[in-house]
């Protein structure tokens, strides 16, 4: 009867190669895990303790040391990107998200990033999603599905003001100066997006009535014609 082979021990090469890539696999998770307690750190300066998250107070201490206002659109840009729910506040699994999105763990990398992000959310596949998510946010009530006038004009001009300048001061006048309209839902928000997209601007010429317009951009466009005449 043959013997039964021996297993072969592992080769000093072999040996070495798998250790190799033990160490590689520690190392990486070694910095992962840095990182991930850098995030940590930096959330817990900005936190309120009580509340377990950052807090209005605490989002104007991290917007003094980016050194940009808290009406800024860049702050409103963090937020989309930490997909954060609750105007005014990030939670730790918000924060964690949108840190680790970025790849930034420290206050100078977040704030050299913000120009990097304003880029991303500028680009056509997401600045729609951006625009409805700004909407969204505003609902800071159960159950809320419009946002009041005053609101809308402030916030129209922070997420359109830089790409459609005329568009949006004179909507935001009409909307000043009419009384039909109190508040402003979603579909109405969206279409106006549409709008300063596809319509001539002033003059308004291809601007079709039949088509599936919300009233209030057919008023809009009443009110811009009695003025221009």
């Known amino acids: 009867m043959p013997r039964a082979s021996k297993r072969k021990s592992d080769s000093p090469k072999s040996t070495s190669a798998k250790s190799s890539r033990t160490e590689s696999v520690n190392s990486a998770l070694g910095k992962t895990s840095k990182f991930g307690i850098s995030v940590d750190n930096l959330f817990q300066k900005y936190a309120n303790k009580l509340l377990g998250m950052i807090d209005p107070e605490g989002i104007e201490a991290l917007c ?128 106006f997006l549409r709008f300063c997209q596809e319509i001539s601007f002033p003059d308004l010429k291809n601007y079709d009535t039949d088509q599936a317009w919300p009233v209030i951009l057919d008023n809009f466009v009443d009110w811009m014609k009695e003025k221009q005449n």
């Not at 930490?82 to 105007?87: D, I, L, V, Y």
């Not at 918000?94 to 100078?108: A, S, Y």
């Open 64 to 191: 003094s040391d980016l050194g940009v206002d808290h009406t800024n659109v860049r702050i409103l840009m963090l937020a989309w990107k930490m997909k954060a729910e609750k105007q005014g506040y990030f939670t730790q699994d918000e924060w964690q998200r949108g840190l680790k999105d970025l790849g930034v763990d420290t206050i100078n990398k977040l704030k050299k990033v913000l120009p990097k992000l304003e880029a991303e959310v500028m680009m056509p596949e997401n600045f729609e999603d951006f625009y409805c998510y700004a909407f969204r946010y505003c609902l800071t009530e159960d159950k809320q599905k419009c946002v009041d006038i005053e609101s809308i004009c402030l916030l129209i001009d922070l997420v359109l003001g830089s790409q459609f300048r005329s568009q949006v001061d004179s909507f935001t006048e009409f909307l000043k100066n009419q009384t039909d309209y109190k508040v402003i839902n979603m579909d109405q928000w969206t279409n």
